[in-house]
């Protein structure tokens, strides 16, 4: 009995406790809600649509135009026998355009684009925001102030919300859907690297076409030389250079029409028959071997469709319709029956049959818009790579590694150094090691599906959880989709050891590079969730904190977005002094794609004011990067003095009724503290009785302060404090930030001891450090060292 009323006894001073630490760093919902703007959607007029129509052609299309330079030679490597062949290939090219691109990307997946942003991480972005299946649970609802933070809500018995709840149910589910989305973001990494190589190599094999007594390594030489030169240009960006990419592409899709128009008219108008379905269904019945195994070549008419969805680029999701339908399709269609009816007559010229079929007098202009197409895919592929990189970075699933804005009007066009002379070294060993393009396309083929497969399965949820859509729509997207990309994956995959080994090789490479990663950040947080320090404790030292409050102004970096860090309790420890002001400062990314700048921080007051205490949360989207030319410090000390100002201002309108309330809550709290501390031998009477304003500011309950003597308060008090802040300002700004070791536990297996002191360790020896990124003077930094065993 006895000891069952000491167990209540504990567990009520351990809620007083709890509650008085609540009430000291409350979540910061007043100070988002002042920050939300209105927000409203973009309306187009027509003729800007059909401007921007324009314009996403050379951002969006160019991989998948640039496809017939080498799908049919892949299709038949070794040759064509007969005419029925032909035709039963050119009827599944078509309507794997009608089914894959037309109507399941262009009508179905576009619309899951996150404010403009596509591809597997904002598909993964929305979920975040739909159901708490984020690992690394630093969200508050505060975030979903923001004006890019779009969010459904749900029925209690409907199925969304039984969705919902099954997502959020173990853990396990939430770390399969990360290990589905790094999956297919690493093999999207992969096409990065594949389509610069078979696009480049398949427009340079041009020269060899008018002279066939050329070598073979001539053409992979010039290919290679274009690589470089490709790859060495990247960090001047497209800015300048970009708007040449719409009318080039346009020409290039006239030209391919044009030419295939003119082929189906002067060769062999029969192939017009491959626009009945019936022979596609022929095409399979003829039992031969070589049918299955050329799905892979078949594959390579849709490449560049997962690319499409990933370089949205904020083009509206209308725009990108009327250009793919009134230009893209149409053209390739041309394109693909033109080569056929080429093909038919001409049944040794597979292997070069796109530039063959060029009439002679247009040959040498081809070629070179043939070449210049092929650089704009490959450039569309690597700024796509570039953001797939800086969305798994904002996300915690990359090291820390350098970006730079290429682009004062664009927000997504960027540069990583690091990332982009690694797809270069790949890129040119792909090229030059295999130097032929069937087996580059085998390697092209795997990558493009297992994306594709992954964007399916992922659509799914987000059909359910955020379109609502009804269930038999989801489970028909489900089987149209898996029924034709199931096939392809099988044929692939039955490729591996003629090249589609290579992006299982690049997918596995990065996706541990990932998951270890992640792994950690996630262990990280949950050692530093579990190590904090009370709110309570800290305010319990008495304003001074028990420490020298030295001039200046101390910014405590911390991935907390409450408490204290233990970052801090282990600094004043060994070093017992402080700054007379001490902000804690939490930079988290959120699963939006931007952060508007004038809602990007938070400001708040912690404890009493003669603590001089805050807390300060820097949010960032996806998107959204560090700039060179950012002042860090400036806008966290721009953003402490309008705080003080705006507080101020608020203080002289505070509600008595409010204010009285709060501070009854606050003594009943207090009093328990006191009973918890007098139990445990040791009473904290340096808190004394505290109350709270309505903005969670302390202020001795001794003389409570309403109306017009609040007001006059307030007055004076912002004066000096603001006198005090600039002083301490003009005596100097340090930044604290942990250098921390982390380790796996003595009794962790043999596998996390190698990724986590091994792998992990050698990962964050290349990456940059916090201070670089926040651009922090090396004069003004202060590193904490710390061991985290995880």
Same mark, same amino acid.
């Given at each position: 009995?006895?000891?069952?009323?000491?167990?209540?006894?504990?567990?009520?001073?351990?809620?007083?406790?709890?509650?008085?630490?609540?009430?000291?760093?409350?979540?910061?919902?007043?100070?988002?809600?002042?920050?939300?703007?209105?927000?409203?959607?973009?309306?187009?007029?027509?003729?800007?649509?059909?401007?921007?129509?324009?314009?996403?052609?050379?951002?969006?299309?160019?991989?998948?135009?640039?496809?017939?330079?080498?799908?049919?030679?892949?299709?038949?490597?070794?040759?064509?026998?007969?005419?029925?062949?032909?035709?039963?290939?050119?009827?599944?090219?078509?309507?794997?355009?009608?089914?894959?691109?037309?109507?399941?990307?262009?009508?179905?997946?576009?619309?899951?684009?996150?404010?403009?942003?596509?591809?597997?991480?904002?598909?993964?972005?929305?979920?975040?925001?739909?159901?708490?299946?984020?690992?690394?649970?630093?969200?508050?609802?505060?975030?979903?102030?923001?004006?890019?933070?779009?969010?459904?809500?749900?029925?209690?018995?409907?199925?969304?919300?039984?969705?919902?709840?099954?997502?959020?149910?173990?853990?396990?589910?939430?770390?399969?859907?990360?290990?589905?989305?790094?999956?297919?973001?690493?093999?999207?990494?992969?096409?990065?690297?594949?389509?610069?190589?078979?696009?480049?190599?398949?427009?340079?094999?041009?020269?060899?076409?008018?002279?066939?007594?050329?070598?073979?390594?001539?053409?992979?030489?010039?290919?290679?030389?274009?690589?470089?030169?490709?790859?060495?240009?990247?960090?001047?960006?497209?800015?300048?250079?970009?708007?040449?990419?719409?009318?080039?592409?346009?020409?290039?899709?006239?030209?391919?029409?044009?030419?295939?128009?003119?082929?189906?008219?002067?060769?062999?108008?029969?192939?017009?028959?491959?626009?009945?379905?019936?022979?596609?269904?022929?095409?399979?019945?003829?039992?031969?071997?070589?049918?299955?195994?050329?799905?892979?070549?078949?594959? !390579?008419?849709? *490449? %560049?469709?997962? =690319?499409?969805?990933? /370089?949205?680029?904020?083009?509206? #999701?209308? @725009?990108?319709?009327?250009?793919?339908?009134?230009?893209?399709?149409?053209?390739?269609? !041309?394109?693909? *029956? %033109?080569?056929? =009816?080429?093909?038919? /007559?001409?049944?040794?010229?597979? #292997?070069? @049959?796109?530039?063959?079929?060029?009439?002679?007098?247009?040959?040498?202009?081809?070629?070179?818009?043939? *070449?210049?197409?092929?650089?704009?895919?490959?450039?569309?592929?690597?700024?796509?790579?570039?953001?797939?990189?800086?969305?798994?970075?904002?996300?915690?699933?990359?090291?820390?590694?350098?970006?730079?804005?290429?682009?004062?009007?664009?927000?997504?066009?960027?540069?990583?150094?690091?990332?982009?002379?690694?797809?270069?070294?790949?890129?040119?060993?792909?090229?030059?090691?295999?130097?032929?393009?069937?087996?580059?396309?085998?390697?092209?083929?795997?990558?493009?599906?297992?994306?594709?497969?992954?964007?399916?399965?992922?659509?799914?949820?987000?059909?359910?959880?955020?379109?609502?859509?009804?269930?038999?729509?989801?489970?028909?997207?489900?089987?149209?989709?898996?029924?034709?990309?199931?096939?392809?994956?099988?044929?692939?995959?039955?490729?591996?050891?003629?090249?589609?080994?290579?992006?299982?090789?690049?997918?596995?490479?990065?996706?541990?590079?990932?998951?270890?990663?992640?792994?950690?950040?996630?262990?990280?947080?949950?050692?530093?969730?579990?190590?904090?320090?009370?709110?309570?404790?800290?305010?319990?030292?008495?304003?001074?904190?028990?420490?020298?409050?030295?001039?200046?102004?101390?910014?405590?970096?911390?991935?907390?977005?409450?408490?204290?860090?233990?970052?801090?309790?282990?600094?004043?420890?060994?070093?017992?002094?402080?700054?007379?002001?001490?902000?804690?400062?939490?930079?988290?990314?959120?699963?939006?794609?931007?952060?508007?700048?004038?809602?990007?921080?938070?400001?708040?007051?912690?404890?009493?004011?003669?603590?001089?205490?805050?807390?300060?949360?820097?949010?960032?989207?996806?998107?959204?990067?560090?700039?060179?030319?950012?002042?860090?410090?400036?806008?966290?000390?721009?953003?402490?003095?309008?705080?003080?100002?705006?507080?101020?201002?608020?203080?002289?309108?505070?509600?008595?009724?409010?204010?009285?309330?709060?501070?009854?809550?606050?003594?009943?709290?207090?009093?328990?503290?006191?009973?918890?501390?007098?139990?445990?031998?040791?009473?904290?009477?340096?808190?004394?009785?505290?109350?709270?304003?309505?903005?969670?500011?302390?202020?001795?309950?001794?003389?409570?302060?309403?109306?017009?003597?609040?007001?006059?308060?307030?007055?004076?008090?912002?004066?000096?404090?603001?006198?005090?802040?600039?002083?301490?300002?003009?005596?100097?700004?340090?930044?604290?930030?942990?250098?921390?070791?982390?380790?796996?536990?003595?009794?962790?297996?043999?596998?996390?001891?190698?990724?986590?002191?091994?792998?992990?360790?050698?990962?964050?020896?290349?990456?940059?450090?916090?201070?670089?990124?926040?651009?922090?003077?090396?004069?003004?930094?202060?590193?904490?060292?710390?061991?985290?065993?995880?």
């Amino acid at each position: 009995m006895l000891m069952a009323s000491m167990s209540d006894s504990e567990t009520t001073n351990r809620g007083s406790m709890w509650e008085l630490d609540q009430n000291l760093d409350q979540p910061m919902d007043e100070e988002a809600s002042q920050l939300k703007n209105m927000y409203r959607e973009k309306k187009f007029s027509s003729i800007l649509l059909l401007r921007l129509a324009f314009q996403s052609l050379g951002v969006v299309f160019g991989d998948l135009g640039t496809s017939p330079l080498y799908v049919f030679y892949n299709i038949f490597p070794h040759g064509v026998d007969e005419d029925e062949d032909v035709i039963g290939a050119l009827s599944l090219i078509i309507y794997t355009l009608t089914l894959i691109p037309l109507m399941k990307y262009v009508f179905v997946v576009l619309r899951a684009n996150d404010n403009g942003q596509g591809g597997t991480f904002a598909l993964y972005s929305l979920l975040c925001r739909h159901a708490k299946v984020s690992t690394i649970p630093n969200q508050h609802k505060t975030d979903e102030e923001l004006t890019t933070y779009s969010r459904q809500t749900y029925e209690e018995n409907s199925l969304a919300a039984k969705v919902k709840k099954w997502l959020e149910g173990h853990a396990y589910k939430k770390n399969c859907l990360l290990i589905l989305v790094l999956i297919g973001t690493c093999t999207a990494i992969g096409d990065g690297i594949l389509t610069p190589a078979i696009s480049v190599l398949s427009a340079a094999g041009g020269i060899r076409v008018q002279n066939q007594n050329m070598s073979t390594d001539v053409v992979v030489i010039v290919a290679v030389f274009i690589l470089i030169g490709l790859f060495c240009m990247q960090h001047y960006g497209t800015d300048k250079v970009g708007w040449l990419f719409a009318p080039l592409v346009l020409l290039w899709f006239i030209l391919i029409g044009s030419v295939g128009l003119v082929n189906i008219h002067k060769y062999n108008s029969s192939v017009l028959r491959a626009y009945n379905p019936v022979y596609t269904f022929r095409y399979f019945k003829r039992g031969k071997s070589e049918i299955w195994t050329s799905l892979g070549g078949v594959m !390579l008419s849709i *490449t %560049g469709t997962e =690319a499409l969805y990933a /370089d949205l680029c904020h083009f509206p #999701v209308l @725009a990108i319709q009327i250009a793919f339908t009134l230009v893209v399709f149409p053209c390739l269609l !041309l394109a693909y *029956t %033109g080569q056929a =009816a080429y093909i038919i /007559d001409h049944k040794d010229h597979v #292997v070069d @049959a796109f530039y063959r079929s060029i009439p002679e007098a247009i040959y040498w202009p081809a070629f070179v818009i043939a *070449t210049l197409a092929a650089v704009v895919a490959s450039q569309a592929t690597i700024s796509a790579t570039y953001s797939i990189i800086k969305q798994a970075l904002a996300l915690g699933c990359f090291p820390r590694v350098n970006v730079v804005h290429t682009s004062k009007k664009f927000l997504g066009q960027i540069y990583i150094p690091d990332i982009n002379w690694v797809l270069m070294i790949l890129c040119i060993a792909v090229t030059a090691g295999f130097k032929n393009q069937s087996q580059i396309g085998n390697a092209y083929g795997t990558a493009v599906v297992i994306v594709m497969l992954v964007t399916t399965f992922l659509m799914v949820p987000v059909m359910l959880l955020v379109w609502k859509s009804h269930w038999i729509l989801v489970v028909i997207f489900l089987v149209l989709s898996l029924t034709v990309e199931l096939p392809y994956f099988t044929a692939c995959i039955n490729k591996v050891d003629q090249g589609g080994w290579v992006p299982l090789v690049i997918a596995i490479t990065f996706f541990v590079i990932m998951y270890v990663w992640h792994f950690c950040t996630v262990k990280r947080y949950e050692f530093e969730m579990h190590s904090k320090v009370s709110m309570a404790w800290i305010l319990g030292l008495g304003p001074s904190l028990g420490l020298v409050r030295v001039p200046g102004i101390g910014f405590v970096y911390t991935e907390l977005a409450s408490g204290v860090p233990h970052i801090f309790s282990h600094f004043i420890t060994n070093l017992p002094a402080i700054h007379s002001v001490v902000v804690f400062v939490c930079v988290k990314y959120l699963p939006v794609y931007t952060v508007p700048a004038e809602e990007r921080f938070i400001m708040k007051r912690i404890g009493p004011k003669n603590y001089h205490m805050f807390r300060c949360v820097a949010r960032y989207g996806y998107k959204d990067i560090h700039k060179k030319d950012d002042n860090f410090e400036k806008m966290l000390l721009d953003r402490l003095l309008i705080f003080v100002r705006l507080e101020s201002m608020m203080d002289g309108y505070s509600d008595s009724e409010d204010f009285t309330m709060m501070e009854q809550k606050a003594e009943r709290s207090t009093r328990s503290l006191q009973l918890t501390d007098k139990a445990g031998g040791n009473t904290m009477s340096s808190i004394g009785d505290l109350s709270y304003s309505s903005q969670d500011s302390i202020i001795p309950a001794k003389s409570p302060l309403t109306g017009n003597s609040l007001t006059r308060y307030s007055s004076q008090t912002f004066g000096d404090e603001l006198e005090f802040l600039n002083r301490c300002k003009d005596a100097g700004v340090v930044h604290i930030l942990g250098n921390t070791v982390v380790l796996a536990r003595r009794d962790s297996g043999i596998v996390k001891k190698v990724a986590v002191n091994y792998v992990y360790a050698f990962l964050r020896k290349l990456c940059r450090e916090n201070s670089v990124i926040f651009n922090v003077p090396h004069e003004s930094l202060l590193n904490v060292g710390q061991i985290y065993y995880i």
